[in-house]
C-alpha cells in the first residue's frame, strides 16, 4: 500500500519539475516515486556486484608469486598498470 510523504524543495526547482513533469506527460509525483525505485535497484545491483566480486576473490586460487610493489612506486602518483605503456 502507498504511504505518503513530505517533501521540502525549493519554489523554484519545483516550478521547473512541474513543467518537465508536464513536458513528460506525467506527475512530480511518479517522477519522484520512479527516481527512488531506480536508486534502490541500482544500490542492489551494487550490493550484488559487490558480493559476487568478494566471493570471487576469497574463492580464487590465484596468487601474486613474489612480487609486490614498493611504497614508493604505490604512492608516486604514476600510472604504473597502465596499458598504453
Known amino acids: 500500500m ?20 508536464a513536458m513528460k506527460r506525467t506527475s512530480v509525483n511518479e517522477m519522484v516515486r520512479e527516481y ?5 535497484e ?14 570471487l576473490s576469497r574463492e580464487s586460487t590465484a596468487r601474486m608469486g613474489e612480487w609486490r610493489p614498493s611504497r614508493e612506486d604505490t604512492y608516486s602518483g604514476e ?3 597502465d596499458r598504453r605503456r
Not at 527512488?36 to 534502490?40: A, C, E, G, Q, S
Not at 541500482?42 to 566471493?55: N, P, S
Open 2 to 21: 502507498p504511504k505518503n510523504i513530505t517533501l521540502a524543495i525549493d519554489e523554484h526547482l519545483l516550478d521547473k519539475v512541474r513543467v518537465l513533469a
Open 36 to 40: 527512488l525505485k531506480k536508486l534502490v
Open 42 to 55: 541500482q544500490e542492489a545491483q551494487f550490493d550484488e556486484v559487490t558480493e559476487e566480486l568478494l566471493r
Open 79 to 81: 600510472a604504473c598498470f
